[in-house]
């Protein structure tokens, strides 16, 4: 327990077997230290939607404080989180990258899809502070993959 409360001093390989180690505890003793790891403002944020969606996989209705990547506090209920397979924005990128490259370039598509699904770890429960253009979130993260040049959307053309 103490070693998951702490997980935030860890390197990144150690948080995720820490990660694994605290599922065998108590819930009562998970859910004290899963409090500490949510509200530590140097933890990685990965770590913290792990434990929010193992939170939220078991049925908890608790209510958390997550230091979120903008250094701010929010109080969360568990219960009202989505799970992340179902958050529109993540949902219509990946319709949008499966119809653009899963036919036409398969290994494409799997290194974008992977990134995306990466980048959903650090933002969620807030992709809506984060992605307004899910089509657009495709877009730059191929371009970054692949050195594509992309334009950046202007205040004339639509948020980004």
């Known amino acids: 327990m103490r070693a998951f409360a702490h997980a935030g001093s860890l390197a990144a ?3 995720a077997q820490t990660l ?8 009562r003793e998970y859910m004290q230290a899963a409090r500490g790891v949510l509200s530590d403002p140097f933890g990685w944020q990965v770590t913290k939607t792990q434990v929010l969606l193992e939170l939220k996989a078991i049925g908890s209705t608790e209510t958390v404080t997550l230091n979120w990547l903008d250094n701010e506090s929010y109080q969360l ?7 992340l397979e179902t958050v529109s924005p993540l949902i219509e ?18 290194l974008i899809e992977q990134q995306i699904l990466t980048e959903a770890q650090y933002i ?3 992709f809506d502070k984060v992605i307004t253009d899910p089509k657009f979130w495709v ?5 970054h993959l692949f050195g594509d040049e992309v334009a950046a959307k202007s205040a004339t053309s639509g948020r980004c």
């Open 13 to 15: 390989d150690q948080q």
């Open 20 to 27: 694994i180690s605290a599922l065998k505890l108590p819930l």
């Open 77 to 83: 209920r568990i219960g009202d989180l989505p799970i």
């Open 93 to 110: 990128a990946l319709n949008d990258l499966h119809q653009q490259y899963a036919g036409q370039d398969p290994v494409k598509y799997q």
């Open 124 to 126: 969620y429960p807030f």
């Open 139 to 143: 877009k730059i993260v191929g371009s």
